[in-house]
């Protein structure tokens, strides 16, 4: 870990940076509620509407571990200071967007500000607070970005449903201009400025391989696998990270460092991560989708709908985390596992369009409280295997790792909820729009129980890295999972 460095505002500058990014991951969901109005406004289909939440998410997979070299090249101001700013001009550019490309183009410059704020929280918050009050702060950063996301389609159905979509924009422009005049005055340089070689073909590397596989696979929405549109990008991405990853396990001062897969129990927590968040994501796109155009409820209500099982990751992540030393990860994992699993399958079974508010509730409820009992003991467990030098080096790769999930996560969703709708309108001409769209989305959650079943069975492997765990003189408390 870092040493401790004095700051002269130590709390202020840990909240600038926590709202900062709650800003920024309030923006992942916030338009998801918004998707069948931007879909009307701008006479595009789900398959490109999607492209808001992937893009944005692809943004940051990108991003993370580009800027872990960024912080040794400005100063903790500079980044801060200047990811604000970004993100206020990206917010600005999709509140006036006067056709889709230019509400995207907003939306991906919004998602570059988000991109560097993340990662330089983390750091920063490790650095200017105490061994013995990290424990504490980093919980509260989990619950900030927790948080951020949950409420997102909440908070975004009542603006809509009051002001319009573009006022999501608008609000959050306002709030950058504060928070960028308070970090003017608060916040106090405490990187190290080193200035390493940047590898400029590794970046370029990471960059191609995480577009052209997102890019595939949304791509797959609208064309077939064997069309070229699809095939080409798929191709050129996995030969792109397969490159990087030969690059990555060469180079002395990597952009990632690999060595943290050779650790079984961190390979497995961290893949457990990355589904558990696909299944987030996937959900959070594909039931806003459903409570308005297949339920049609208005935004708000639909967002409130969605708020129980919000409130019950809320109140049971400390939970979780405050029996995590005391029971293991094994526990949590295969319990919370199974209840994904029964979540999802009544998702399944249940949605139409004629089901009762009531049920979805239910199922997102039951939903979020097995993933909360998977997704934090998951990480906590992976990192206590690494050992100390490499324990920065795991959060970066689990990070990175965690946004190409939900970037993948939202574009597969969209592809087999698109492919189910027209399978059931081949099946059943003049069926009412309702029912196709609840078709589709009833379809596209096959493939998430198969997810959560995947999951499941990587969870019987999971157990305590006790003798890693011993050579760590401050193992990881069990906190909320941190996406940068």
Not at 145 to 171: C, D, E
Not at 177 to 189: G, P, W
Request: a positive charge; aromatic letters at 10%; charged letters at 10%.
């Amino acid at each position: 870990m870092s040493k401790q460095i004095q700051v002269k505002y130590p709390r202020t500058m840990a909240f600038i940076l926590m709202l900062g990014a709650f800003l920024g991951l309030f923006g992942e969901t916030a338009l998801n509620m918004a998707l069948t109005n931007i879909m009307e406004d701008f006479s595009v289909t789900a398959a490109t509407a999607q492209w808001l939440t992937t893009g944005y998410l692809l943004v940051l997979a990108i991003l993370v571990p580009i800027t872990a070299l960024l912080m040794k090249w400005f100063t903790t101001r500079q980044l801060v200071i200047g990811g604000l700013i970004i993100s206020l001009l990206g917010a600005i550019l999709a509140a006036l967007s006067p056709s889709f490309p230019i509400l995207l183009a907003g939306r991906l410059v919004q998602a570059i500000g988000t991109g560097l704020l993340l990662p330089v929280m983390t750091t920063v918050l490790l650095i200017i607070f105490p061994v013995y009050k990290r424990g504490v702060v980093m919980g509260i950063m989990g619950l900030v970005i927790t948080l951020a996301p949950a409420l997102g389609p909440t908070l975004s159905g009542v603006i809509i449903s009051t002001l319009g979509w573009p006022y999501i924009f608008w609000i959050s422009s306002i709030l950058y201009v504060l928070l960028t005049l308070f970090a003017a005055a608060k916040i106090t340089n405490v990187s190290e400025i080193t200035k390493p070689k940047i590898d400029y073909l590794s970046a370029l590397l990471s960059t191609i391989g995480f577009g052209g596989l997102i890019y595939a696979l949304s791509t797959m929405a609208e064309e077939a696998f064997s069309s070229p549109k699809v095939w080409v990008p798929l191709l050129i991405g996995i030969v792109a990270l397969i490159l990087f990853g030969i690059r990555q396990s060469g180079m002395d001062q990597p952009m990632v460092n690999l060595r943290v897969f050779k650790y079984p129990m961190f390979t497995l927590g961290t893949l457990m991560m990355f589904l558990g968040i696909l299944i987030i994501l996937s959900t959070a796109i594909l039931l806003p989708l459903y409570l308005k155009g297949a339920l049609l409820f208005s935004a708000a209500v639909a967002g409130l709908l969605l708020l129980p099982g919000n409130a019950v990751n809320f109140i049971m992540s400390p939970i979780v985390g405050s029996l995590f030393d005391k029971w293991g990860a094994r526990i949590f994992v295969i319990t919370g596992s199974v209840i994904v699993v029964i979540g999802n399958l009544m998702f399944m079974t249940v949605i139409s369009a004629t089901t009762p508010a009531w049920q979805i509730i239910v199922a997102f409820m039951i939903l979020f409280f097995g993933l909360t009992m998977v997704l934090m003991p998951s990480q906590t467990n992976a990192l206590n295997q690494l050992p100390r030098e490499l324990y920065a080096d795991g959060s970066a790769a689990m990070n990175t790792l965690n946004q190409v999930a939900g970037a993948a996560g939202t574009a597969i969703a969209i592809t087999v909820f698109t492919a189910g709708q027209s399978s059931f309108a081949a099946g059943v001409h003049d069926a009412p729009s309702q029912e196709v769209l609840a078709a589709g989305i009833q379809y596209a959650f096959y493939f998430i129980t198969g997810i959560s079943v995947l999951n499941l069975i990587c969870s019987f492997f999971v157990k305590k890295p006790i003798e890693v765990k011993e050579k760590l003189p401050e193992p990881v408390k069990a906190t909320k999972p941190v996406r940068n």
